[in-house]
């Protein structure tokens, strides 16, 4: 192994240099390009230190120009490499054919140095970025810079990027980057040089331990892809490599996002591919919620990766997350406000509760229902609807502690009817007193999926889909005291209560579940407060409640019993209601109707 700083130039002296196939996709996004930029544009410096790229010999073929591995230093060679070319394209045609022979012997290599053409792109990337990469450094020409948007490949956002930023400084201060990126005195890098000998997975290892990092997914596959090598040689490895990690999590970008999607889980987020491989971790056993963390995920994998003792097994681990890989992919998805919902779609219902609740402790359990009962669907569902009644029980009720949840994960990927056993735990009386101290979340999540299921009774309906997108709303304000009437009436259990009391009872029950409801927009901040004639009517051109009340449980609960003159809403009201309400959240998800309620039974 040697180290040496040099200059970008370096790389007119080497031949086609290659991203090996064990390396990740290009990542670096805007504050990336940007820190690169500014480095480059402080003139003060007399070095514009980049980093370090480790490289690595291929062995020679004859006739063919020399081959170089990056074994680290993709993100920052790539983006180099964009902004050379981003630069190129900014400048007149004048001085494009001033530069265009320095620029180019850096971007492209000469298999034929009689041809006057620039044809072989001196950097080969991977299957998933290849095309957006040959596009900038080939053809960026046909590159509509205003096509390009967030949802755009990160090579083509990199180059909108730096095609943006260069137009907003002189082709004076343009000249100057450009010599000072192509002069070799400039030495912007480290580049070490490994031999055949040296092993550049242990290395790679060696840097993600010291701080460069590498998500669990990538040391995983890493760990994976070099068994494989030295069980069936570097050839196959790569062809078992392409056959499957590649194809199932690199196919096309929109496959690479979705693995990329981070999902909410408590306080953090995690990649759709790192919460696939803890739950194949926690399945297959070697992963224990209740010893380890997410920090020893790479280092168990690796562990039991080392104990295989020959292909047969490897191929068939791999098989297996590929396995499980397809399951999870066709199952588990994120949520938008575009996305329609209906309550007779179990699964969707099950993970869009454990979204909004931002739960992600049971996808092993979900994931294994699904993979070993995938050709059972009743006992999928049997299975996947106890789990959502205990998450629904367990919130409004808490009872279990959210942190027994991974114990309970494990517990019940081993057993899986042991989730009964659980929801015995929970009494009826533990929900109908949480639903008289639910969140706004909870409140807002219990409502919506209440409406569903009224929907979904009622053969009349024929709107049975809705889309998340409602606020929830106090029908009498929290702050009461300003427009609202106080009339004591008598406490159904305590009968009259002094005046304290009284309006103790009056601000506990604003927080009931009966005093809450959704409505399709939120109301006018003035009208919030008002009282309850006022607020169902509006004022002024101000739109009350019966403007916004396109659901049932507002329409039928609130705004028709008013119309019909009841246009008291008091402590009874709100007891009331809640006592309705309850009996719904106890007939979803304490009784037998999800799994049983069709539409031919109602």
Not at 17 to 37: A, G, H, S
Not at 48 to 53: M, Q, T, V, W
Not at 181 to 196: G, R, S
Not at 568 to 585: A, G, Q
Request: proline share 2%; net charge neutral; hydrophobic share 35%.
């Amino acid at each position: 192994m040697k180290a040496e700083e040099k200059g970008l130039k370096f790389l007119t002296m080497e031949g086609k240099v290659k991203i090996p196939f064990f390396q990740r996709t290009y990542i670096w996004e805007e504050n990336n390009w940007e820190d690169l930029l500014l480095e480059l544009l402080d003139k003060e410096k007399h070095h514009n230190f980049l980093g370090a790229i480790i490289l690595k010999q291929l062995p020679s073929v004859s006739g063919e120009p020399k081959q170089l591995e990056v074994i680290d230093g993709q993100q920052r060679l790539t983006t180099i490499s964009i902004l050379l070319k981003a630069l190129y394209d900014s400048f007149s045609d004048q001085v494009k054919q001033n530069v265009k022979s320095e620029i180019f012997n850096i971007l492209f290599y000469k298999k034929d140095y009689t041809s006057p053409d620039y044809d072989e792109i001196r950097i080969e990337h991977s299957l998933v970025d290849a095309t957006a990469y040959q596009k900038v450094i080939k053809k960026s020409e046909n590159i509509a810079l205003d096509s390009i948007d967030i949802n755009s490949h990160r090579i083509l956002r990199c180059y909108k990027f730096f095609r943006t930023k260069l137009n907003e400084i002189s082709e004076e201060d343009r000249k100057e980057l450009l010599n000072r990126i192509l002069n070799p005195y400039n030495k912007m890098l480290v580049v070490i040089d490994l031999d055949e000998k040296d092993d550049e997975q242990t290395i790679f290892d060696v840097l993600n331990t010291a701080g460069v990092r590498l998500t669990s997914a990538e040391i995983i596959k890493n760990a994976l892809f070099k068994q494989a090598i030295e069980f069936i040689g570097k050839e196959d490895a790569i062809k078992l490599y392409k056959e499957t990690w590649e194809k199932t999590f690199l196919k096309e970008e929109e496959t690479v996002k979705y693995w990329e999607t981070e999902l909410a889980t408590g306080r953090l987020k995690r990649q759709n591919i790192e919460i696939l491989l803890h739950s194949i971790g926690v399945i297959e056993g070697f992963y224990d919620p209740d010893k380890h963390t997410l920090s020893d995920l790479s280092r168990l994998y690796k562990e039991k990766i080392k104990k295989f003792k020959s292909k047969d097994e490897l191929k068939e681990f791999v098989e297996k997350i590929i396995e499980y890989a397809r399951i999870y992919r066709e199952n588990i998805k994120s949520f938008d406000k575009s996305d329609l919902l209906s309550f007779d779609d179990y699964k969707t219902r099950l993970l869009h509760i454990f979204d909004i609740l931002e739960i992600s402790t049971f996808y092993p359990f979900i994931l294994f229902v699904m993979w070993k009962y995938e050709n059972d669907e009743n006992k999928q569902k049997i299975l996947l609807n106890s789990l959502e009644k205990f998450v629904m029980q367990n919130v409004v009720a808490k009872v279990v502690p959210v942190k027994n949840y991974n114990k309970l994960c494990k517990q019940f990927v081993r057993k899986p009817d042991s989730i009964n056993e659980e929801l015995n735990k929970i009494s009826k009386s533990s929900i109908e007193e949480g639903l008289k101290k639910v969140s706004n979340k909870e409140a807002t999540l219990i409502l919506f999926w209440i409406e569903l299921y009224r929907r979904y009774k009622d053969l009349k309906c024929e709107i049975k889909e809705l889309k998340y997108t409602y606020s929830l709303e106090h029908i009498m304000p929290i702050r009461w005291k300003e427009h609202w009437s106080f009339d004591k009436v008598p406490h159904p259990k305590l009968g009259e209560l002094g005046e304290e009391e009284a309006e103790q009872d009056r601000n506990n029950k604003i927080y009931w579940i009966g005093n809450m409801t959704l409505l399709k927009s939120r109301l006018n901040s003035a009208l919030k407060h008002l009282d309850f004639e006022r607020k169902i009517n509006g004022e002024g051109r101000k739109k009350g409640i019966r403007h916004y009340a396109e659901l049932f449980i507002t329409k039928e609960d609130i705004v028709d019993p008013f119309d019909q003159g009841d246009k008291v809403w008091n402590e009874n009201k709100i007891e009331e209601r809640t006592n309705r309400l309850v009996e719904e959240f106890i007939e979803i998800w304490r009784g037998t109707c999800p799994p049983n309620l069709t539409k031919n039974t109602m």
